[in-house]
Protein backbone atom coordinates (compact mmCIF):
# COMPACT_ATOMS: atom_id res chain seq x y z
CA UNK A 1 0.00 0.00 0.00
CA UNK A 2 1.59 3.71 -0.91
CA UNK A 3 2.11 5.79 1.59
CA UNK A 4 1.26 9.45 1.73
CA UNK A 5 3.18 11.12 -0.47
CA UNK A 6 4.89 14.38 -0.46
CA UNK A 7 6.25 16.44 -2.92
CA UNK A 8 8.62 18.87 -3.56
CA UNK A 9 11.29 17.21 -0.80
CA UNK A 10 13.53 19.92 -0.80
CA UNK A 11 12.36 23.76 -1.83
CA UNK A 12 15.21 26.77 -1.63
CA UNK A 13 13.27 29.92 -2.02
CA UNK A 14 14.10 33.88 -1.51
CA UNK A 15 11.96 35.80 0.97
CA UNK A 16 9.02 37.43 -0.51
CA UNK A 17 8.19 34.23 -3.18
CA UNK A 18 5.31 32.24 -3.02
CA UNK A 19 5.74 28.70 -2.77
CA UNK A 20 3.19 25.69 -2.51
CA UNK A 21 3.40 21.82 -1.43
CA UNK A 22 1.72 18.98 -2.52
CA UNK A 23 0.14 16.04 -0.75
CA UNK A 24 -1.87 12.71 -1.80
CA UNK A 25 -2.88 11.22 1.38
CA UNK A 26 -3.30 7.68 2.02
CA UNK A 27 -6.27 5.80 -0.08
CA UNK A 28 -9.79 5.70 1.53
CA UNK A 29 -8.17 8.05 4.51
CA UNK A 30 -10.63 11.02 5.27
CA UNK A 31 -8.81 13.33 7.30
CA UNK A 32 -5.68 15.06 6.21
CA UNK A 33 -3.27 17.16 8.23
CA UNK A 34 -0.52 19.83 7.78
CA UNK A 35 2.07 20.14 10.19
CA UNK A 36 5.05 22.31 10.40
CA UNK A 37 8.13 21.25 12.10
CA UNK A 38 10.94 23.34 13.20
CA UNK A 39 14.40 22.04 13.71
CA UNK A 40 14.48 19.86 17.22
CA UNK A 41 11.04 20.38 18.14
CA UNK A 42 7.81 18.27 17.85
CA UNK A 43 5.36 18.99 14.72
CA UNK A 44 3.04 22.01 14.69
CA UNK A 45 -0.45 21.19 13.20
CA UNK A 46 -1.42 24.03 10.87
CA UNK A 47 -4.79 22.82 9.31
CA UNK A 48 -7.11 19.83 9.69
CA UNK A 49 -9.80 18.84 6.62
CA UNK A 50 -11.94 16.14 6.96
CA UNK A 51 -12.74 15.42 3.17
CA UNK A 52 -12.99 18.59 1.87
CA UNK A 53 -13.46 20.75 4.65
CA UNK A 54 -11.09 22.45 6.87
CA UNK A 55 -12.20 21.61 10.56
CA UNK A 56 -9.10 23.30 12.20
CA UNK A 57 -7.11 26.02 10.85
CA UNK A 58 -7.13 28.20 14.05
CA UNK A 59 -2.93 27.99 14.38
CA UNK A 60 -2.80 28.68 10.38
CA UNK A 61 -1.09 32.02 9.70
CA UNK A 62 -4.24 33.34 7.42
CA UNK A 63 -2.01 36.55 6.47
CA UNK A 64 0.24 34.62 4.52
CA UNK A 65 -0.90 30.80 4.56
CA UNK A 66 -3.07 29.42 2.71
CA UNK A 67 -5.02 25.33 1.85
CA UNK A 68 -7.32 24.04 -0.18
CA UNK A 69 -8.41 19.97 -0.74
CA UNK A 70 -10.14 19.90 -3.72
CA UNK A 71 -12.13 16.64 -4.09
CA UNK A 72 -11.64 15.62 -0.81
CA UNK A 73 -8.69 14.04 -1.70
CA UNK A 74 -4.96 15.70 -3.09
CA UNK A 75 -4.77 18.59 -0.65
CA UNK A 76 -1.98 21.97 -1.58
CA UNK A 77 -0.20 24.38 0.89
CA UNK A 78 0.43 27.72 -0.04
CA UNK A 79 2.72 30.49 1.21
CA UNK A 80 2.75 33.84 -0.26
CA UNK A 81 4.89 35.78 0.84
CA UNK A 82 7.99 33.22 2.68
CA UNK A 83 9.33 35.27 5.29
CA UNK A 84 12.87 33.48 6.88
CA UNK A 85 11.16 32.38 9.70
CA UNK A 86 8.88 29.79 7.66
CA UNK A 87 12.37 27.89 7.03
CA UNK A 88 11.02 24.51 8.21
CA UNK A 89 9.97 21.03 7.63
CA UNK A 90 6.43 20.65 6.17
CA UNK A 91 4.71 17.42 6.81
CA UNK A 92 1.50 16.15 5.46
CA UNK A 93 -0.25 13.21 7.05
CA UNK A 94 -3.56 10.99 6.98
CA UNK A 95 -5.80 9.29 8.85
CA UNK A 96 -8.89 6.92 8.54
CA UNK A 97 -11.05 9.15 10.73
CA UNK A 98 -10.80 11.96 12.41
CA UNK A 99 -13.34 14.66 14.78
CA UNK A 100 -14.57 12.60 17.38
CA UNK A 101 -12.71 9.47 16.43
CA UNK A 102 -9.69 8.56 17.33
CA UNK A 103 -7.41 7.43 15.14
CA UNK A 104 -3.30 7.07 14.22
CA UNK A 105 -1.42 9.26 11.98
CA UNK A 106 0.16 8.21 8.83
CA UNK A 107 2.64 11.09 8.13
CA UNK A 108 4.58 11.63 4.64
CA UNK A 109 8.34 11.75 4.55
CA UNK A 110 7.75 16.03 4.79
CA UNK A 111 8.72 19.43 2.34
CA UNK A 112 12.02 20.88 3.69
CA UNK A 113 11.69 24.62 3.02
CA UNK A 114 14.90 27.07 3.05
CA UNK A 115 14.09 30.55 2.42
CA UNK A 116 17.15 32.79 2.04
CA UNK B 1 -3.29 25.60 27.18
CA UNK B 2 -2.15 21.84 26.71
CA UNK B 3 1.24 21.03 27.50
CA UNK B 4 3.60 18.05 26.62
CA UNK B 5 6.74 17.51 28.06
CA UNK B 6 9.29 15.05 27.43
CA UNK B 7 12.34 13.84 29.08
CA UNK B 8 15.01 13.46 28.76
CA UNK B 9 15.58 15.52 25.37
CA UNK B 10 18.64 13.26 24.72
CA UNK B 11 19.58 10.08 25.99
CA UNK B 12 22.81 7.44 24.50
CA UNK B 13 22.80 4.25 25.95
CA UNK B 14 25.01 1.29 25.10
CA UNK B 15 23.42 -1.73 23.21
CA UNK B 16 21.50 -3.92 25.79
CA UNK B 17 20.81 -1.35 28.11
CA UNK B 18 17.38 -0.70 29.06
CA UNK B 19 16.08 2.67 30.05
CA UNK B 20 12.36 4.38 30.01
CA UNK B 21 11.19 7.45 28.08
CA UNK B 22 9.40 10.32 30.08
CA UNK B 23 5.69 11.65 28.53
CA UNK B 24 4.23 14.10 30.80
CA UNK B 25 1.42 16.01 29.91
CA UNK B 26 -1.21 18.88 30.90
CA UNK B 27 -4.60 18.36 29.24
CA UNK B 28 -8.15 18.36 29.95
CA UNK B 29 -10.34 16.10 28.34
CA UNK B 30 -7.63 13.57 27.34
CA UNK B 31 -8.62 11.11 24.23
CA UNK B 32 -5.71 9.44 23.85
CA UNK B 33 -1.64 9.82 23.86
CA UNK B 34 0.20 8.36 20.67
CA UNK B 35 3.95 7.59 20.70
CA UNK B 36 6.04 8.02 17.26
CA UNK B 37 9.69 7.25 16.30
CA UNK B 38 11.24 9.92 13.77
CA UNK B 39 14.47 8.76 11.96
CA UNK B 40 16.10 11.85 10.19
CA UNK B 41 14.74 13.09 6.95
CA UNK B 42 11.61 11.33 7.81
CA UNK B 43 8.03 11.94 9.48
CA UNK B 44 7.06 10.12 12.35
CA UNK B 45 6.22 6.87 11.99
CA UNK B 46 3.04 5.51 14.09
CA UNK B 47 3.92 2.98 17.25
CA UNK B 48 0.73 2.80 19.94
CA UNK B 49 -2.20 4.50 20.93
CA UNK B 50 -2.63 4.76 24.80
CA UNK B 51 -6.75 5.50 25.58
CA UNK B 52 -6.54 5.57 29.70
CA UNK B 53 -4.59 5.23 32.43
CA UNK B 54 -3.44 1.62 33.50
CA UNK B 55 -3.11 1.10 29.68
CA UNK B 56 0.15 -0.79 28.09
CA UNK B 57 1.18 -1.63 25.10
CA UNK B 58 3.86 -3.63 23.42
CA UNK B 59 5.98 -3.98 20.41
CA UNK B 60 8.94 -5.84 19.92
CA UNK B 61 11.41 -4.07 22.67
CA UNK B 62 8.89 -1.42 23.14
CA UNK B 63 6.83 -0.83 26.31
CA UNK B 64 4.29 1.87 26.71
CA UNK B 65 2.39 2.47 29.74
CA UNK B 66 0.01 5.10 30.85
CA UNK B 67 -1.36 6.92 33.73
CA UNK B 68 -3.21 10.34 34.59
CA UNK B 69 -0.38 12.75 34.31
CA UNK B 70 2.36 10.60 32.22
CA UNK B 71 3.09 7.96 29.76
CA UNK B 72 6.68 5.81 29.69
CA UNK B 73 8.19 3.96 26.98
CA UNK B 74 9.84 1.36 28.14
CA UNK B 75 13.37 0.08 25.98
CA UNK B 76 14.25 -3.14 26.44
CA UNK B 77 17.75 -4.35 25.67
CA UNK B 78 18.02 -1.95 22.85
CA UNK B 79 19.88 -2.28 19.65
CA UNK B 80 21.69 0.47 16.90
CA UNK B 81 18.61 0.06 14.60
CA UNK B 82 15.90 1.68 18.03
CA UNK B 83 18.39 5.03 17.34
CA UNK B 84 15.97 7.67 16.62
CA UNK B 85 13.75 10.57 17.91
CA UNK B 86 10.95 9.26 19.59
CA UNK B 87 7.52 11.69 20.18
CA UNK B 88 4.79 11.87 22.05
CA UNK B 89 1.54 13.27 21.35
CA UNK B 90 -1.83 13.55 22.55
CA UNK B 91 -5.68 14.14 21.64
CA UNK B 92 -7.88 16.35 24.12
CA UNK B 93 -10.85 18.62 23.36
CA UNK B 94 -9.69 22.25 23.65
CA UNK B 95 -11.88 25.23 22.47
CA UNK B 96 -14.62 23.02 20.84
CA UNK B 97 -12.02 20.98 19.02
CA UNK B 98 -10.21 18.01 18.74
CA UNK B 99 -6.56 18.86 18.99
CA UNK B 100 -3.14 17.01 18.55
CA UNK B 101 -0.28 18.47 20.83
CA UNK B 102 3.39 16.92 20.39
CA UNK B 103 6.47 17.03 22.43
CA UNK B 104 9.45 17.81 21.51
CA UNK B 105 10.70 14.52 21.51
CA UNK B 106 13.37 12.51 23.09
CA UNK B 107 16.38 11.79 21.02
CA UNK B 108 17.86 8.53 21.19
CA UNK B 109 21.46 6.79 20.74
CA UNK B 110 22.08 3.72 21.17
CA UNK B 111 26.03 2.77 21.02
CA UNK B 112 27.37 -1.07 19.43
Known amino acids: E????????????????????????????????????????????????????????????????????????????????????DSAVYLCASSLGGGVALSEQYFGPGTRLTVT | ???????????????????????????????????????????????????SAGEEKEKERLKATLTKKESFLHITAPKPEDSATYLCAVQAWSGGYQKVTFGIGTKLQVIP
Open chain 1, 2 to 85: AGVVQSPRYKIIEKKQPVAFWCNPISGHNTLYWYRQNLGQGPELLIRYENEEAVDDSQLPKDRFSAERLKGVDSTLKIQPAELG
Open chain 2, 1 to 51: EDQVTQSPEALRLQEGESSSLNCSYTVSGLRGLFWYRQDPGKGPEFLFTLY
